[in-house]
Every structure is written in structure tokens, then in C-alpha cells.
């Protein structure tokens, strides 16, 4: 079995979400939002369908249009028994760092209710690894479980959050040609500290870069962690399906 522990299915994104859901019967997707605004799609994907779970979150590019109303949303949603993180959420200083104060403060409010209602905390990081360090370790309570989404950091800031419990994303970065600190992290650290994502639409992984990315690509990503590890595929997914399985606190 399979687990996608991070991708974007909804009407917005695909022609259609049922055929692309098709393709992974048989295996697990963690479904995840942005905006306050999907949650109610990503409810629906975990109530018609009993391989999808899903995270909850409001995303770093809303700190400046966020309302106190969309965070009672999110704190209402948290208690749904399919809902098993809030994510993704973090900092992005990619485009701006004009609201660093704002997007640190929507941070830490979502870390709070994780850690009120004991949820996995999904990490978006982009240009601010060093301050999503920084408040994961002062304000993550002891217990609760973090990810670090789409992992894109330094070999010395992947062992830094390694040592704080935190699993790492290991997307279809890993299969780019050109890649290599991705590849060095994946090649030096211990494989029970990944899981698999896709992000599925986007970061298609080869050989399929160009065309529209869904969940089912995680094999891709698997095949290449097995290859660096120099261990078998059915272990790469044995292992990380377990990670998994217990970073998210999954009712299989």
C-alpha cells in the first residue's frame, strides 16, 4: 500500500477528481488545504471515500486576508474524525517579506490549536526554514507531531528538525535531473524519518514532468528513494506507509 501524504484534489484543480481518486483505490491519500474555503470540499473527499483523510490549514499567502471567522472554521473542522492534521501552514517569504510579522503570527495561531486538539502540524516553509524552526521548536507542544511538506532545506537543517521529531516530505523534487541536495538528504538520512507526498497537481515527477501530477505518481518517488537507500521498493513502501500511518494517527 501507498500513502500520499500531501496533495490538492478538487473540482478547481481537476477535470475529474473521481478518476483521478480511481487510480489510487487501493491505497491512502491525505488530502490538503490552503484556503478556508476548501475545507468544506476537502470534508466532503473524506466522508464519500474511505481512502482519503485530509489536513486542514489556512496557508501562509492569506496572513493578510484571513478573518477571525475563518479561523472558527478551522478550529470547528478540527474535530472531524478523518481530519488528521492542520496544514498546511507556515511561512513564505518567497514573493513578500513584508508581512513576516503577520504570517508568524497565523502560524503560531494554528500551532496552538494543534496543539489543543493534538493534530499533526503540516509545514509549508519557502525562504524561512530558519524561523519555521525557530517557532516550531518554542511553540510546538512535547507530543505533537509535525511534517515538514515538500522538504527543501540543507542536509544540516534536515538533521535540526530530524532531532525535533519532525518527518520530512519527500516529493518529486527527488526524481529532478539537476537535484542533488534533495538527493544527499534522502541518500544520508535514515529512511523511517520520510514519508511520501506528491502535491499532486503540481511538482510531477520524472518522467512525467510537463503533464499534470496525481497521487498515483507516488511510486515514482518511491522507486527513486529505493534506489538511493539501495533497498527494495516493497521496503521503501513498507517503511514510509508505517511512518506515515503513525505520524498521522491513520484508522486503517
Known sequence: MMIDTHCHISKEEYRNP????????????????????????????????????????????????????????????????????IGEIGLDYHYTKENKEKQRELFIKQINL??????????????????????????KNKG???????????????ERFVKLGVTLGIGGVLTFKNEKKLKEIVTKLDIHNFVLETDSPYLTPEPLRGHQNE????????????QLKGISYAKTLEITTETAIRQFDLKI
Open 144 to 158: 505533537i507531531k509535525c511534517n515538514m511538506h515538500c522538504f527543501s532545506g540543507s542536509l544540516e537543517m534536515a
Open 215 to 226: 497521487p498515483q505518481n507516488i511510486k515514482y518517488i518511491a522507486a527513486k528513494i529505493s
Open 114 to 139: 494543534a496543539n489543543k486538539y493534538k493534530k499533526t502540524i503540516v509545514i509549508h516553509s519557502r525562504d524561512a526554514i530558519e524561523d519555521t524552526y525557530n517557532i516550531i521548536e518554542k511553540h
Open 18 to 85: 473521481e478518476e483521478v481518486i480511481k487510480h489510487m483505490e487501493n491505497n491512502i491519500m491525505i488530502v490538503s488545504t490552503a484556503s478556508p474555503k476548501d475545507i468544506e470540499e476537502v470534508i466532503n473527499l473524506c466522508e464519500t471515500h474511505k481512502n482519503i483523510y485530509g489536513t486542514i490549514g489556512i496557508h501562509p499567502e492569506f496572513a493578510d486576508t484571513y478573518t477571525k471567522e475563518d479561523l472558527k472554521k478551522l478550529e470547528k473542522n478540527l474535530t472531524h474524525p478523518k481530519i488528521v492534521g
